[in-house]
């Protein structure tokens, strides 16, 4: 994301990705809160919550998927235009180790923008103390809908 | 999964996926429900949620791909020895279509049960009346973890 | 795939595949073939070769991955109008057993048709005499490209 | 990858990547080479092949994906012990933009070794001249096998 960016534009592109994040009632829900907005790059955090755990008392693998799932969500909606739409078409995540901390950090970045298509790395950092640990990589790709076509893919 | 069951053996396996989906506090907080558990076959069953939607009001995609991640994973538990757990490794999932519905309907099915590394395709079916509506279709790869060695892949 | 098909424009759809199979020099090169052109499921067929194997002498991962991407990409691709062309946009492959066999067999099958994306279930069947073994299943989503925007994802 | 690496125990597993590598005949069949080998990170480098090419002239993605797959495979092999083997569990893989080169270089990076499970990172790099584009990115993971149990994942 080398462009020349308006800080103009780049204020009021964190500004939609805020309203739009206000909008996932899961992310409220959860209890999750965006942590920084820059163009192509997003971090959501996440207070471990003990009733969002999977089998052994881990944040269950959906829950960090979701979070990295909006992380690069957003990602790439901070580089669309005003009236676009973020839908997510895919991702693939893979779990290093247990999601087994105090509270956790999703971060997704642009590494393709396209006309149609956005491509982003997504992880996820677990932290207890002064400790983190990497527990989730991913990649995934979003699809930019156009204000004329919403929810076509 | 064309191998005879011993249907003692298969009771007991059923058990145990209700046991451990018992302890999977994010599945209690969602409201989702096994709806099936056969071996090699899960299905878990989630009403909709107004507050578990992404900025359109449809189910997050996180949402989906955890019941669909536990549908799979209970999946291929139902195939281990008792005393053995299940870890999700990594999993693929893609969107077809917003998860807009009235209840949601995932399933894990065994493709290939190994030693070490299970792999499960998952789907979600979403119900609005009489209709449903394909979802979600995903990959995912399991890991059975032996007694001794709990949490290492 | 369940809407009827003109056979006309079936038959039609079918040379384009064929034509556009043509121009894949990979296919030559390894000696795969198109078995089977049906309205959204497509099967490419390839003997063993000694040359394409990896280190334990089994077909390369990459090669049984590349007829399922050609599988899944003209299964997508029997579905378009004339004039549009596919491109890959990511795929997704689990190997369940070691490409060991005489001849493969690689199956795409389209599951959603959208405008702009298609995604198909693919995988590859390893025969050796009478036998055969499932050794990849994958998932990937294929791209169509209108004629007026050759490249453009 | 910041453990101390004993350079003795280095030069040992760089030379069992050449060895295996030099067994993939299918790396020789197209004109790959090792490029680069330190612990946990590989590069293989191909140059452009018209016959190793989709429908419009560009390398097929599968032959990138062959030599991305190889990259992250011998990046894990690179950490393993003498005696054991590598084999590919799974990959994912996004193609950012056609396969348009002189040569092409594919990278493999070691994100998380484990007992059983390597995750590796992998790219695919184009090169036209001065100008290089990323045309891959994606994740795999790749099964350590020990002496006594070839072929078991």
């Given amino acids: 994301m080398n462009t020349a960016i308006d ?38 955090a996440l207070p471990f919550r003990a009733d969002l755990c999977q089998h052994n008392g881990y944040l269950h693998a959906g ?7 909006s992380a690069g969500g957003y990602a790439a909606f901070s580089l669309f235009e005003a009236g676009e739409d973020v839908l997510t078409s895919e991702f693939k995540m893979n779990f290093l180790a247990p999601a087994d901390g105090e509270h956790f950090v999703a971060t997704g970045r642009v590494v393709k923008s396209g006309r149609r298509l956005t491509v982003c790395q997504v992880e996820v950092q677990a932290y207890r103390g002064a400790q983190s640990a990497l527990c989730l990589v991913g990649l995934m790709t979003a699809v930019r809908v156009a204000p004329a076509n919403p929810g076509k893919a």
């Fill in 7 to 44: 800080p103009h534009a780049a204020r009021a592109a964190r500004q939609r990705v805020h309203d739009s994040f206000a909008r996932q009632t899961v992310m409220a829900a959860f209890g999750a809160k965006l942590a920084r907005v820059e163009p192509g790059l997003v971090d959501i």
């Fill in 63 to 69: 829950i960090s998927t979701a979070i990295a799932d």
